[in-house]
């Protein structure tokens, strides 16, 4: 059996989970579903990246420590994974103590192979970010992100020769050439164009964190938290599985983090050794109503109850659905109605309601002949991440299938005793569903298993419920 392996990025937990996170989730595990359809051994990785100052902050002002304070919040990842069906392998936290000590022996391996140096470094940290800003960054003196003042920070910290490995091994042809491969294009292209800018060389540790691995050789310093959170990728190969799974296949992950996906983690693996994984591909964003997700703005969508109003396969549908994978998009709770009433209930649902009612009113033989009219096409848009795409074939196909009984009247036929063509009809509508409830299966699960065995039975019961507004 092929072996796949993919990964969502460990998700901060400094606050609840929302939309964002579950958007990831959802695609990996559409990913590893049709994978896992088409015979391969899927190992899909997701988790909490639990140290450093932010997390350390929010548990102050919760009062609580960092450790309670994490512990308290990572069950509500696991669960929206859960909600969502999200069917990881593992849950993987990095406050893990054998993932700390793979930390710490990665960094020894880092440092011996030539690639740490200790220097004075004096910067602009955001402690939002978690790291130095260059004044580049800076809108108005504040970090964009976080509309607060950086604080003017010197420490004495370890660095990772970023420029000296990436030049050796030259990065910048590894990406170039797709050996390691950062998708889709256009990001590819932003990761060259900064790399030929010229690369810095990265702080790694940190003397005035506490919270997070212990830098090996010196405690006086903590691990960079994102260093820490890169490595759970192979760490997590080496706690959980005992055959060979690294390199991953695909690290997915949204846009924001790509620097440290396509860059900063290929080089650390490449100076220790390791193979590169195949592919990074990054995500794009979406706003809420046309504005950026925010609690003061008001218009922060909790995922948890929108599935308790659309169940978990709408959501899922929906949020694939509104735009495409690797670009930015907007979304809302009235576009999910409308996708769940137009095409889910108005469109899949009639179309198994009304064939089934029609099979069994006029006494039609139905049988289960095996043909695939989407498969192919379905399938090869999954495989590029087109989730939108392949969403698109199947609404169409959706919309085939009502309009042939639109255009052939079966009641017509019927009527006229025509009961060669009506069950030649009812049978081709018939597979069309075949088809559907097929190629729906990673997206949509549940309602997947609903419709094999409606088809099987010829027992008509309403897919997707009318919502009350
Ligand atoms: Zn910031």
């Known amino acids: 059996m092929p072996k796949y392996y993919l990964t969502t990025p460990i998700y901060y937990v400094n606050d609840v989970p929302h939309l964002g996170h579950a958007y990831t989730s959802i695609a990996a595990d559409v990913l590893a579903r049709y994978h896992k359809l088409n015979g391969d051994d899927v190992f899909l990785l997701t988790g909490t990246d639990e140290h450093g100052a932010k997390i350390a902050e929010a548990a102050k002002e919760a009062k609580k420590s960092p450790q309670e304070f994490v512990d308290q919040l990572v069950p ?14 593992q849950f993987f936290r990095t406050t893990n103590p054998k993932h700390e000590k793979i930390v710490q022996e990665f960094i020894d391996k880092l440092n011996k192979a030539g690639y740490i140096e200790k220097r004075k470094y004096q910067g602009l940290y955001c402690v939002g970010c978690e790291k ?39 990065l910048y042809n590894l990406i170039k050439s797709d050996k390691f491969k950062v998708s889709p294009v256009a990001r590819k292209n932003e990761v060259l164009g ?15 964190v506490e919270w997070g691995v212990k830098f090996p050789g010196d405690e006086s310093q903590t691990v960079y938290v994102w260093v820490d959170a890169l490595i759970n990728y192979l760490s997590a190969t080496k706690i959980y599985k005992d055959g060979p799974i690294w390199p991953a296949d695909l690290h997915l992950i949204g846009k924001d983090i790509l620097w440290f996906h ?77 996708r769940y009433e137009k095409e889910l209930a ?32 379905v399938g090869e848009k999954v495989q590029r991440l087109d989730f939108h795409g392949a969403l698109e074939t199947i609404r169409l196909i959706v919309e085939t299938g009502n309009e042939i009984i639109e255009e052939k009247k079966p009641w017509e036929l019927a009527k006229g005793n025509k009961t060669k063509e009506l069950n030649e009809l009812l049978n081709e509508v018939y597979w069309i569903l075949n088809s559907i409830t097929k190629n729906i299966a990673s997206f949509m699960p549940d309602t997947s298993e609903k419709m094999k065995k409606q088809l099987k039975t010829l027992k008509p019961e309403p897919l997707f419920p009318r919502i009350e507004k």
């Open 262 to 338: 396509a860059v900063i983690w290929p080089a650390m693996l490449l100076a220790v050794g390791e193979k590169l994984p195949k592919e990074v591909f990054a995500h794009g964003f979406f706003t809420i109503d046309g504005h950026k997700m925010s609690k003061t703005v008001g218009n922060v969508l909790d995922p948890i109850e929108l599935v308790e109003k659309y169940g978990a396969d709408a959501v899922r549908y929906a949020i694939l659905r509104e735009f495409p994978f690797g670009e930015d998009g907007d979304i809302s709770e009235e576009k999910i109605a409308l």
């Open 346 to 377: 108005n469109g899949i649902g009639n179309l198994l309601n009304r064939t089934l009612v029609m099979i069994n009113k006029y006494g039609a033989k139905v049988s289960d002949k095996e043909i695939d009219r989407l498969g192919t096409s």
């Open 132 to 170: 130095f800003l260059t004044p580049d960054d800076l809108v108005d003196g504040r970090c964009p992100d976080h509309k607060t003042e950086p604080v003017m920070q010197s420490e004495e910290n370890y660095f990772f020769l970023l420029s000296k490995i990436a030049e050796e091994k030259d």
């Open 76 to 89: 509500k990842f696991e669960n929206l994974c859960k909600v969502l069906n999200v069917q990881y392998s």
């Open 194 to 208: 900064k790399i030929k800018a010229g690369l810095e060389d990265v702080s790694i540790s940190r003397e005035s």
